[in-house]
């Protein structure tokens, strides 16, 4: 079974350093990967997806994330982050027209003065 | 271009009771999924539409269910409510069906407090 692993329930860091929110996955059919961002009493947005081509995807808020087939892993990154950026962040698969996105736990990312 | 509208927004009902949660897609989506979500169990699939036809279903008792109308809006209905079933209800609409298209648009959710 199909399954989305975020290794960590929250992450603090100070405004202005870089942060990794870690994401793994287990497939063994090709796979679709995303990244949905949730702020407080809100639904989820689209961050960033990996669908097929180049395995470096960028949003256009300064976010990116790699595509690792070997590793299977699909971790974000953030060389600089804002206070706005706090929010959850959520992993998720999905294996396309057969399926539906499974979701990791999420991440919360919590980002101080 | 309206998104994705989800009613009520909060409700709270009591054990045994139904519930029934409504959400209408954007405009030419004509996919609608149903997401759980809680602080334990993070959010769990439901249950998809397309078309007026239920493609996937999750793990879920028979006391779910749920289905779409000719103009893509969707219900969703709980029965005989548990405490357990007090979550975060989020619905999410697409131009096609599965996950292929890349992109779920999610409403702000359909919170359900069960006393």
Not at chain 1, 24 to 52: C, H, I, T
Not at chain 2, 28 to 35: K, M, N, Q, T
Not at chain 2, 37 to 57: D, V, W
Request: charged letters at 15%.
């Amino acid at each position: 079974a199909q399954s989305v692993t975020q290794l960590d329930s929250q992450v603090p860091v100070f405004e202005e350093a870089p942060v990794e929110l870690r994401c793994n996955y287990s497939s063994s059919v090709s796979v679709y990967l995303f990244w949905y961002v949730q702020y407080p009493n809100q639904g989820l947005q689209l961050l960033l997806k990996y669908l097929s081509g180049s395995t470096l995807v960028e949003s256009i808020n300064g976010f990116e994330a790699e595509f690792n087939k070997s590793q299977t892993s699909f971790h974000l990154r953030k060389p600089s982050v804002h206070i706005s950026d706090t929010a959850e962040y959520f992993c998720a698969a999905g294996r396309g027209s057969q399926g539906n996105l499974i979701f990791g736990k999420g991440t919360k990312l919590s980002v101080k003065p | 271009k309206a998104g994705v509208t989800q009613t009520p927004r909060y409700l709270i009902k009591t054990r045994g009771q139904q519930v029934t949660l409504s959400c209408s897609p954007i405009s030419g989506h004509r996919s609608v999924s149903w997401y759980q979500q809680t602080p334990g169990q993070g959010l769990q699939f439901l249950f998809e539409y397309f078309s007026e036809t239920q493609r996937n279903k999750g793990n879920f008792p028979g006391r779910f269910s749920g289905r779409q109308f000719s103009n893509s809006r969707s219900e969703m209905n709980v029965s005989t409510l548990e405490l357990g079933d007090s979550a975060l209800y989020l619905c999410a609409s697409s131009l096609g069906a599965g996950t292929n298209t890349g992109e779920l648009f999610f409403g702000e959710g359909s919170r359900l407090t069960v006393l």
